[in-house]
């Protein structure tokens, strides 16, 4: 009996359950991969052909024999390898040190010591050769089967569709996918996607002769005498039944470009845009998805349902002295929300921002600057929100406009949504019953929140926090924690409001105007609702401010240079998620520019790894070299995703003393607003953790709608040619709205507890005494975290110092992951901000679940000096 360890079917055979897999999986399920067919077995592949070819490699040996079969090294007779892929890692290993090595396949004599040389000709003279074609002694079987012989490709005949099922429509609704794919995602334009039809609907005429053939071969075969007209007519309607040729000719629903639209719409329900009238003189218009349709949409999806948190329980219990913050739910201005804090309620995040559809340093910049303004369902569980598939359009409208008209006439629609959805709620067939729910807080850069949140957008004089009533002129002199700060409440905000319709002032204390969303919504507050952004404030502001600041002193002491700085950044060994975001080269002109410039993700790199590139050149003593570790101590706090009243507390203590150290060693230094913006540990109260709230992954989102006008090279009303374009790519990607699991693994040995070491089998039998196999592997993934040998885990702290653990394996028992892992010595060198390691005398190995890691990020480790140095990327 065989059960797939999806859905928990059962089937009688292997073949059905493939046939299952290939048929139920790809037609109805979601973008997951398929997980291996055999129990015991934790790997899963992304692709169908990735399946077979891991079922190849890895149970070949399992499904012919009983007792599972294992390959004989012919150089060193070592017969502890499991699988087809150990082996040849082994030959390899074997190459690598330029031993000679003959052919492992039956009558070739090819020898060589050469890695690459070897590797080449297996690939050229070998490449279709089994197991089979080893020479004899290599693979070795015992002779008891229990599984049929047949190969893979013959259990994988198409199946018998019941009645029940109507393939033809599965396979249309596949073939529309697959086109939908291809016109809105891969961007391929309509003209070649009706060019290809042409010539699939020309092969499937031609292939009737094919057919034809082949039937009166077959009859032959089988002493049948049919007429040749018959065979040509049977020939004939079978290919013209085919569901593709059905639907792709001429009359067909898929044939041309507006039959495919219509398709699409009618099919995968997309949302399409709404048009709104602006000035319809001047022919200026908005485009508007609904919130409320996209809502019904994506709520009618069990994949997605199933992700919605019901968060009744975390936010009934009091916070407690110990409080925890570890989520936007968690934040005292969701608790006093009325409406998110009942049952069920379902909470917004917007996103508004400018980004440039045309080179930004060509002749038609500015031209088509949009406004987009995006949404999450906040109800998704962190890892989800994150992805781009999540988050949604709301409105596209040329920047230039928004000044013209303002928010209220812009916002129009959405309020009216909003408004509904406060007032109504959404109804949600899957629950059977309206829910309910508003805008949590709206993300956005210094300049839009204070743009659509109605005050004053000039940073340079006044009132310039959104967060307290401070001057430009009293942040220079006054620290945060001082106490002289007031801050802004719901009942100071309407007074300020007031004095400015009575006095009839253009702003007062920074407050310029209403913001017309906490104007129309009745949970929606100004004050309560725009989060700071940590990305603007700190990677792209006062982050690459301090580290020029800091960097000119440096070169004027001369402890290094700027073109010594630049070659350790270039030639620093990042290793692994490291090398993604490596910094660039620090620019010529820094001190003129009083910025290193940069992106966020550079310019937080760069904080990061600044001790191990040039800490070895700094005095310990130098005062701006405790300015910039001081700083990367904030911003490892502020990205941390949980914190405690004790964190915080810390956070407050670090933010006053690099205020103290900056304005000692820079005493002419005038502070960016953003060094005033740093209300963070009271803000970490109010939002939850503020990267929850950041705007990386929503600047991302602009990206498609450059790669649309970049491909498609149309200006003729952008606005609608992109927001279509997008629902159609939304469309298909909450059709198939991915639905990864917690472990993924893609390769794992199969290897019996007797052949380990005696310290990582003893470390196993400590917590699983019954296990006689294991599945070892080398790179996992879990929970959105990539595992690999050789990393470096926090594990328990020892006197306030984080103990840390090496990845010696990684081995899966019952779908659950562990870690073997040897414990490690760590200093922490305040000079570096990072951990010295050393290996444990005693070299005791343990086995850990993830659950019991302090902190899940895996970390490397650096060899600077001759010291084993990791740095962390956040606070533990």
């Known amino acids: 009996m065989w059960k ?260 699409y719409k009618r099919e995968f329900g997309v949302v399409s845009p709404v048009e709104y009238i602006l000035d319809k003189r001047k022919q200026k218009s908005l485009q508007y998805v609904s919130v409320l349709k996209t809502l019904q949409q994506l709520l009618s999806s069990d994949t997605i349902l199933l992700k919605t948190a019901n968060l009744k329980e975390r936010y009934e219990s009091p916070l407690s002295d110990k409080a925890v913050y570890s989520c936007p739910f968690d934040g005292e201005f969701f608790r006093n929300n009325n409406l998110l804090s009942q049952d069920c309620a379902i909470s917004i995040n917007l996103y508004i921002d400018d980004f440039e559809i045309c080179n930004p340093i060509g002749t038609s910049r500015r031209k088509h600057k949009i406004c987009a303004l995006y949404w999450t369902l906040a109800n998704l569980s962190l890892g989800c929100q994150s992805s781009l598939s999540s988050i949604h359009l709301a409105l596209l409208v040329r920047s230039d406009d928004l000044k013209v008209y303002g928010y209220e006439a812009v916002l129009e629609p959405l309020i009216s949504d ?152 270039l030639n620093f060994p990042f290793k692994w998620t490291d090398k993604v975001n490596r910094p660039h080269p620090v620019p010529l002109n820094f001190v003129s520019r009083k910025t290193i410039g940069g992106n966020s993700h550079e310019n937080w790199s760069l904080l990061r790894f600044f001790p191990l590139l040039v800490g070895q050149k700094v005095p310990a003593d130098e005062p701006a070299w405790k300015i910039l570790t001081d700083l990367k101590d904030i911003v490892d706090i502020i990205v941390s995703p949980v914190h405690t009243e004790e964190s915080i507390a810390y956070l407050n203590f670090k933010i006053s003393e690099h205020r103290v150290r900056l304005k000692e060693v820079f005493p002419d230094y005038n502070l960016l607003p953003k060094h005033h913006f740093l209300h963070y540990p009271q803000l970490i109260r109010q939002f939850g953790p503020l990267r929850c709230l950041w705007t990386l992954r929503f600047e991302a989102k602009h990206s498609f709608f450059k790669r649309v006008v970049r491909y498609t090279k149309s200006f003729k009303n952008v606005l609608l040619s992109l927001a279509e374009r997008h629902q159609f790519h939304m469309a298909q990607q909450i059709l198939m709205y991915p639905n990864k699991p917690l472990l993924e693994v893609s390769n794992v040995s199969t290897l019996s507890i007797d052949v380990l070491k005696e310290e990582i089998a003893q470390a196993i039998r400590l917590k699983h005494p019954t296990v006689d196999h294991v599945c070892l592997a080398k790179n996992i993934t879990y929970n959105g975290f990539n595992y690999r040998t050789e990393m470096i885990l926090a594990y328990g702290s020892l ?63 650096y060899t600077v000096g001759g010291m084993r140095l990791i740095t962390l990327k956040r606070y533990i």
């Open 799 to 861: 006197a306030g110092i984080p103990k840390f653990t090496e990845i010696i394996h990684m081995l899966v028992l019952k779908d659950k992951l562990f870690f073997i892992v040897r414990k490690l010595r760590a200093w922490h060198w305040e000079h570096f901000r990072a951990f010295e390691l050393q290996m444990s005398p005693n070299k005791d190995i343990l086995l850990l679940g993830p659950d019991e890691l302090t902190d899940p990020y895996p970390l490397v480790d």
């Open 418 to 569: 909003l408004i509904s959805l406060e007032n109504h709620g959404v109804f949600l067939p899957k629950l059977g019953k309206f829910v309910k729910g508003t805008v949590q807080c709206i993300i956005a850069d210094n300049l839009g929140a204070h743009g659509i949140a109605g005050f004053v957008e000039n940073f340079s004089s006044g009132h310039l926090c959104r967060f307290c009533t401070a001057s430009r002129s009293e942040i220079q002199t006054k620290a945060l924690d001082s106490g002289i700060f007031i801050s802004r409440t719901e009942e100071i905000h309407s007074d300020h409001l007031k004095i400015i319709e009575e006095k009839s002032l253009d702003n007062f204390c920074g407050v310029k105007k209403r913001c017309v969303l906490a104007e129309k919504l009745s949970h929606f507050k100004v004050t309560t609702g725009f989060p700071p952004d940590l990305v603007h404030d700190l990677f792209e502001g006062i982050v690459p401010a301090e580290i020029a600041l800091c960097l000119s002193i440096f070169t004027s002491k001369k402890y290094f240079t700027h073109a010594y700085l630049n070659d350790c950044i």
């Open 4 to 263: 797939c360890k999806d859905c928990s079917l059962s089937f009688s055979g292997k073949s059905e359950l493939l046939q299952h897999y290939r048929l139920d999986h790809r037609f109805h399920g979601r973008h997951r991969p398929y997980p291996c067919i055999h129990e015991n077995c934790p790997c899963s592949s992304r692709t169908w052909n990735g399946l077979q070819k891991h079922l190849a490699r890895n149970h070949l040996s399992q499904e012919s024999t009983q007792k599972a079969s294992s390959f004989k090294c012919y150089i060193c007779d070592h017969n502890q390898l499991s699988t087809e892929y150990d082996f040849f890692q082994h030959i390899n290993q074997h190459l690598k040190k330029n031993e000679l090595v003959s052919c492992m396949f039956n009558g070739c004599s090819y020898k060589s010591n050469i890695y690459g040389s070897f590797k080449t000709h297996k690939w050229r003279k070998h490449n279709s050769c089994t197991v089979k074609d080893l020479k004899s002694g290599i693979f070795v079987t015992s002779s008891i089967s229990c599984y049929p012989t047949d190969s893979l490709n013959s259990e994988l005949d198409e199946p018998t569709i019941t009645d029940s099922r109507d393939f033809e429509k599965e396979v249309e609704l596949k073939l529309a996918s697959l086109l939908l794919k291809l016109e809105h995602t891969y961007l391929v334009s309509s003209t070649a996607v009706n060019e290809l039809l042409e010539e699939l609907h020309l092969i499937g005429t031609v292939s009737v002769r094919v057919s034809q053939n082949t039937i009166s071969q077959f009859l032959g075969d089988n002493n049948c005498h049919v007429e040749a007209s018959v065979v040509e007519e049977l020939a004939t309607a079978l290919c013209s039944s085919n569901p593709i040729q059905k639907a792709i000719v001429k009359q067909g629903p898929l044939s041309t470009s507006w039959k495919r639209k219509s398709y």
